[in-house]
Each structure stands twice: as structure tokens, then as C-alpha cells.
């Protein structure tokens, strides 16, 4: 992150979430980010590394949005957000906190298209993302998961202060994750 950060106050219905010198992270919106989501959801590179969410319209991509990020955003305050450039709105890809069923506390997690990649956005939102959790949502344990041969994933989570914990396998899949903590070691 270059120097900047704004942390929004926390208003549970507000778009604009955080920004930083180069970068605004907002909430994913189940219509304005169907056809985005659809493009990033299914790139090669998000399905290799995170994983096929079944989504091929952007009807799919909008119900997706509707039930994970915007549902998140009700039930837990916080959720995946949309990352785009600030002086032109640009989507770039998506960051944010996942609550997940099977983790005790939220998880940083982080998707870009591969044209945006290695110009120092996914570390710029991360970072103001991990401050946000802990500065504004009072989160006291941050988690990461990725999966096991995904470098970039694992380097970056390193970058931002993360340290590899364990091996899991989630509920119900038979992939083995990695999982980052912000507890010391």
C-alpha cells in the first residue's frame, strides 16, 4: 500500500467501504456486478485456484452475489467487496472477509483478474482490509485459506503479516487447504 489508506465509518448499507491512494472497495452489488463477477468467476486462473463456482450467466453471478457477498453483509457486517480503481471505477477484482461455516473467525480472502495482476493491488486492498477488520470491525484473529500450490496466494498472505498454520481438509471436500493466522507463532 502506497501511503493512504481511508477507513469508511461502518455503516452497515454503504457502498463504499475503504479506500486507499489508488483503490475503492465496495460492495458487490447483485446487479451492477453480474457481468464482472460472471468474467472474474470464471477465469481460468480463479478456477484453478479457488474453485468452479458453477456460475455461467449472469443471472448465475447475480444470484451469487445476492446470496454470498450481499448476504454476508447482513448477516455478519462485513463480506467480499468489489476492488476498483478510483479514478475510474475500473473492477479489478474482489477482496474482502468470508465467514465461513466450518472457522472460527473470518477469513481474508482475495480474487483478480489476471491483467491486473503484479501492480501491487492485491497487496494495496489486502492490507486495508486487514486494517479494517481489526481497526473497525474489531476482529481479533484473522484467517486465510488457499489452496496448496497457490504461490502467489501464499506470498502474499505472508506479505501482510499472515504465517502458515496447518493443513485442513473443509466439511464435505476431500481438497486439502492451507490455513493462514494472524496469531504469533
Known sequence: ?????????HVPNRMTVLE?????????SPVADAAFMLR?????????????RGVRS???????????????YARHGFG???????ED????????LVQRDYLDDPDIGFAFLPEHGRRG????????????AFGTLGVRRLLAITSIDNEPSIRLLGRIGLRF????????????LRLFTTDPA
Open 165 to 176: 498454520d496447518r493443513m485442513i481438509t473443509p466439511p464435505g471436500r476431500a481438497e486439502v
Open 20 to 28: 486507499t491512494d489508488r483503490l475503492r472497495l465496495r460492495q458487490l
Open 80 to 86: 467480499l467487496y468489489v476492488v476498483e480503481l478510483r
Open 40 to 52: 472474474l468467476l470464471n477465469d481460468p486462473s480463479f478456477i484453478r485456484n479457488i474453485g468452479d
Open 121 to 132: 493491488y492485491g497487496f494495496e486492498s489486502a492490507t486495508a482490509v486487514k486494517a479494517y
Open 1 to 9: 500500500m502506497r501511503g493512504h489508506l481511508s477507513i469508511l465509518p
Open 89 to 96: 471505477g475500473q473492477p479489478l477484482g474482489i477482496c474482502g
Open 58 to 72: 449472469e443471472a448465475d453471478a447475480s444470484r451469487y452475489v445476492a446470496d454470498g457477498p450481499a448476504a454476508s
